[in-house]
């Protein structure tokens, strides 16, 4: 392993950084599980790319047999694309008809800027002040988490409201949040710049996925839709089923954005990423900007992006999630009782988590708490993650597939951490 990470960091510099204090060197996965160079089993708990399972037998057969036939970029006439398309946009019904495949959310998010430029005429863009949306020069802008400090002053552009915080902020019908982005827009209508989108994650999933009432963001649509703007929903995180309610988190808030990006999970790690919105809006576009992607929704991307919704849809991986994440609150809930440490405890079907705090009273967050339980899950053969603005919250969020079963180990290992870490109340 140090071998490894020796030749890595001469090789590729410091950017590409890794998971814990002692980086796992993983070499196969299977459904959950991966194993190490050692023969070590790990439980995956964090990992939203192999969305129906590692190494998912259907969706590597779609790669291999396409691959074998013919993977060429989009400019030829090709059934895979056309037939992905079309059953991808059946899942959101309504007047999100036509499509754009990349090959990364952050080309999509990137992409979704654009358009709602060029249907507003406007370049103001609001965030929230603690999320992530991508890479590129002008999306990286809207991220707090790493704020660049070049960034061909695009920074002008982007204004950010505070993320909701269930636990430390009062709004349980998101009045707040609407009355905060009609702030910000003010702000960019009286700079001259002009508000021309919001863009949010539905659940606010690297904002530590507040508990939210259905219904949450409509205040925030309607400011939005009165000023002229455009709502753009990533569902990079949130989507394909994950919520376990709905298929898209949108679904679930009750608004109708005007364009929803999606990544991650879709091609269940062959990349491939997009976005969804209406005919006029992609017409406009056109008419604005010359796009062309080599790689994106090429006949193998489309082959496997197709092969992980079948497997949502015949597996009914939708329900289970709404299944395991409602007996993984149940859990955690139990865990909370005995342990003080936990703070809180949060789930949106296949995504859950517990907040640490150092004192329930004050709620001041047990920061360094989280990273410890972190490396000491890794150390047991648990994998999972802290997020949030004070680092203090565990994402959980494994593949679809997770069971029962996986489930009682992840919450036995848990346990067995906090009797360690922390003193029982
Ligand atoms: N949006 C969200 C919500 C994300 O979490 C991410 C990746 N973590 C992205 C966009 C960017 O996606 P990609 O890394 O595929 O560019």
């Known amino acids: 392993e ?97 499509a754009l495949l990349t090959c990364t959310g952050s080309e999509a998010n990137d992409i979704a800027l654009r358009m709602a430029e060029a249907m507003t005429g406007k370049r103001g863009v609001i965030a929230t002040d603690a999320t992530y949306h991508g890479n590129t020069s002008l999306v990286s802008q809207l991220s707090t988490g790493n704020a660049p400090t070049y960034g061909y002053g695009l920074d002008q552009y982007v204004r950010h409201v505070e993320a909701p915080d269930s636990l430390r902020i009062e709004d349980p019908q998101g009045l707040r949040f609407a009355a905060k982005v009609q702030e910000q827009i003010d702000e960019h209508e009286r700079s001259g710049i002009g508000f021309a989108a919001l863009i949010v994650c539905p659940l606010f999933l690297n904002e530590g996925f507040p508990d939210q009432a259905p219904g949450w963001l409509r205040p925030t649509e309607q400011v939005v839709r009165k000023a002229g703007g455009f709502l753009i929903c990533d569902e990079v995180q949130s989507g394909f089923a994950r919520s376990g309610s709905h298929f898209w988190a949108h679904q679930k808030q009750g608004v109708a954005p005007d364009v929803v990006t999606m990544g991650k999970p879709m091609g269940n790690g062959y990349p491939v990423a997009g976005l969804v919105t209406r005919p006029e809006v992609m017409e406009r576009f056109r008419n604005s900007y010359r796009y062309f992607n080599t790689f994106g ?36 809930n139990k865990l909370s009782i005995k342990y003080g440490v936990i703070g809180d405890v949060r789930q949106s079907g296949m995504v859950f988590g517990v907040e640490f705090l150092k004192d329930k009273a004050t709620q001041e967050p047990a920061s360094g708490f989280a990273d410890q339980v972190v490396e000491a899950m890794r150390e047991r053969g648990v994998l999972l993650s802290k997020l949030g603005r004070h680092k203090n919250t565990l994402k959980i969020r494994p593949p679809m597939t997770f069971s029962e079963e996986h489930l009682g180990l992840l919450v036995q290992t848990l346990d067995e951490v906090l009797a360690e870490l922390a003193p029982q109340s």
């Open 297 to 332: 929704g090429n006949p193998v991307a489309c082959a496997a992006a197709m092969a992980v919704l079948e497997e949502i849809e015949q597996r009914q991986l939708q329900a289970n999630a709404a299944k395991i994440g409602a007996l993984a609150a149940k859990a955690l």
């Open 2 to 98: 140090t071998e490894l990470m020796e030749k890595r960091r001469a090789l590729l510099g410091p950017n590409v950084s890794t998971f814990y204090q002692r980086p796992v060197h993983i070499v196969k996965g299977e459904d959950v599980w991966l194993w190490d160079a050692d023969g070590r089993r790990y439980l995956d708990c964090y990992n939203n790319v192999p969305h129906v399972g590692h190494c998912n037998p259907r969706v590597v057969e779609a790669i291999c047999s396409q691959s074998g036939q013919l993977n060429v970029h989009s400019r030829y006439l090709h059934e895979n694309l056309v037939n992905y398309i079309e059953k991808l946009t059946s899942t959101y019904g309504g007047e999100l008809s036509n």
